[in-house]
């Protein structure tokens, strides 16, 4: 009989994984902060509408920006926290469903499996 399992996916974090991942929160934050601005255009934009419809354009794209401005924040926090991890810790980037055997008396295992890779290359699973 075949199941679904978890299996957990860590990288090791190297230093060419380092400056990749510096690299995507900075396009990251790049994009945001183009949305910011081009929500900053349409809001311009919708305060010259009439009054009955101004109200709920403004507060829809206020509420927008505020957003941007939070996820902004937020690839900031992460950038800082990504300088402080030492080389070599491990990171998990995200779990899989995997499709496993079992069979009558097969030991069953509490643990979840988990999938340890190294600059693109599997090292190790538990």
């Not at 924040?73 to 899989?96: I, M, Y």
């Amino acid at each position: 009989m075949q199941i679904l399992r978890t299996v957990i996916v860590k990288q090791i974090l190297t230093e060419t994984m380092k400056q990749s991942l510096f690299s995507s929160y900075q396009d990251k934050k790049r994009q945001l902060e183009k949305e910011y601005e081009q929500l900053r255009f349409e809001l311009k934009k919708a305060e010259r509408l009439q009054q009955n419809s101004r109200q709920q354009t403004v507060s829809f794209y206020e509420k927008e920006m505020k957003q941007r401005l939070q996820k902004i924040k937020n690839v900031d926090f992460q950038q800082s926290q990504l300088e402080l991890l030492p080389l070599g810790s491990e990171l998990k980037e995200k779990e899989l469903q995997t499709l496993v055997d079992i069979n009558v008396g097969d030991q069953w295992e509490e643990a979840e499996k988990t999938i340890v890779i190294k600059d693109g290359i599997v090292i190790e699973i538990r």
